[in-house]
């Protein structure tokens, strides 16, 4: 544990005085319980770091399910003027565009319970998983191509959902800005046979009920009641997006040195935003962010399918509907009031997840005087949450909130604990039905692997950058 002195702004606001060559203060969001784990972490030594990096505005923020990541730590939010201030690929993570999509159904738990096993079988059996796993779809160099300029548009064009799917994604699910020349030519040949593949890792589909409502008139918007069957779906890029932050950090290390740009960690290397590797990075980051839309919404098609093969049910009858889905491990040009003006500004979230408040032109019509929908996933025995964005998170974190319940004990710690038990039968006793490629992925994966994701939410919610509107619980989990 290092010796910053941290001042209390409110219950669930710590700020890191600006000093030695930080340029501007650091800002965590917790409680004064999880502070004391964030800091025996040293997860705050990140927070100061990266408030020493060129052009970075306001304050180095991290959201309470912090821990410590490559360059920039996870749960961190930084905003770049996109005239003096950097791009790192740091600030992005190796997965890009990690992210959860949420489905929502017509169905009860009542419905499925007794159907869980054989849904998860078949789920498992659809959608591929496990490290380097391949999908199903064969594409060419040039589909992939498609994929990264069009994301999802390009998985609806190819018959994987419809169009009204796209109003609820972020970005539409087809963010602008990809430059598919600036991909290497390792991560074309390991992104093409991963599109529609879950991963390894904590991604996962889960099957979910709303156990708990927290704002009626909200949840009667989103189409919610309790009881309902929901299904979450989380993982990223795969090994395209992998491959192409690698490929990356190596030219950034060299353009830190060219520009002169002093890193107290060589992880955080960057470039200026608007330098030419400031501009190739990003548009093969774009590139990655459009394979995960992609990715994604092949999955919830193969989801559909599994559904209704194991319930013997029509669409018709499940009424699988998207709600939203969320981006957790991107960069994007926003504008944001900064000291009462508009500026242009490179925001980094690395797992931490856009919470823009009502109003804001980019969210869906559907939405747009409610907030953002917000998707928070827990581990795989406690619970997950649906958040809104306020408009506190416009003016305190550049419309930004937390992305999960971060990590606990690396996943060595997490194997050494679960030894001598089994992971997966305590969480059928739970009446929690999990599948995965391997064992030392479920125990990789235990729920004390992980913060309270209840105590994560509280603290956003306490601060005021989220509202909570319902609470959902597993049934069962596919795992890589």
Not at 368 to 396: F, H, K, N, W
């Amino acid at each position: 544990m290092n010796d910053y002195k941290i001042k209390k702004v409110n219950d669930f606001l710590w700020e890191i005085p600006r000093q030695n060559q930080m340029n501007v203060p650091g800002r965590i969001y917790a409680s004064e319980k999880m502070l004391l784990k964030i800091r025996e972490d040293n997860a705050e030594q990140q927070v100061v770091n990266v408030a020493q990096l060129p052009g970075i505005l306001q304050y180095s923020l991290a959201m309470p399910d912090i821990h410590w990541g490559y360059g920039f730590p996870i749960g961190g939010v930084a905003a770049f003027d996109v005239d003096s201030g950097v791009i790192s690929p740091g600030g992005v993570g190796y997965d890009i565009n990690c992210g959860v999509r949420l489905l929502k159904t017509g169905l009860h738990k009542r419905d499925i319970e007794d159907k869980i096993k054989n849904i998860i079988y078949r789920l498992f059996n659809y959608i591929p998983s496990g490290v380097g796993s391949k999908g199903k779809l064969k594409i060419s160099n040039e589909q992939l191509k498609q994929v990264m300029k069009k994301g999802a548009r390009w998985s609806v064009e190819n018959g994987y959902g419809n169009e009204a799917d796209l109003d609820k994604i972020e970005e539409n699910g087809e963010m602008a800005g990809a430059e598919p020349e600036f991909v290497s030519d390792r991560a074309f040949k390991r992104g093409r046979p991963q599109l529609g593949t879950l991963g390894s890792g904590n991604h996962f589909v889960e099957v979910q009920y709303i156990d708990q409502i927290f704002d009626a008139n909200i949840a009667s918007r989103l189409g919610f009641f309790e009881g309902q069957i929901t299904i979450s779906i989380h993982t990223g890029s795969r090994g395209f997006g992998h491959q192409i932050c690698d490929d990356y950090i190596r030219v950034m290390l060299n353009a830190a040195q060219k520009y002169g740009i002093q890193l107290p960690d060589r992880q955080l290397c960057c470039a200026p935003v608007n330098s030419p590797e400031g501009k190739q990075y990003f548009g093969a980051m774009v590139s990655a962010v459009n394979f995960a839309f992609a990715n994604r919404q092949i999955i919830s098609f193969w989801v559909q399918e599994a559904l209704m093969r194991a319930l013997q049910m029509s669409p018709r009858d499940v009424q699988l509907e998207i709600v939203y889905e969320v981006a957790h491990n991107i960069a994007k040009m926003e504008t944001h009031q900064v000291n009462g003006k508009k500026v242009k500004c490179c925001v980094h979230r690395k797992g931490a997840t856009r919470a823009f408040g009502p109003g804001n032109p980019a969210l869906p019509q559907c939405y747009r005087d409610l907030g953002q929908p917000v998707l928070i996933p827990g581990d795989m025995g406690r619970a997950s949450y649906v958040l809104i964005g306020t408009e506190q998170a416009m003016e305190q974190t550049f419309g930004s909130t937390c992305h999960g319940a971060g990590r606990l004990l690396s996943r060595k710690k997490a194997i050494q604990q679960a030894k001598g038990r089994s992971i997966k039968q305590e969480l059928e006793d739970q009446g929690i039905f999990i599948m995965a490629t391997s064992m030392a992925t479920i125990n990789e994966e235990m729920p004390e692997a992980y913060k309270n994701v209840s105590d994560v939410v509280d603290a956003v919610v306490g601060a005021g950058i989220s509202k909570k509107v319902a609470r959902l619980k597993p049934l069962g989990v596919i795992k890589g």
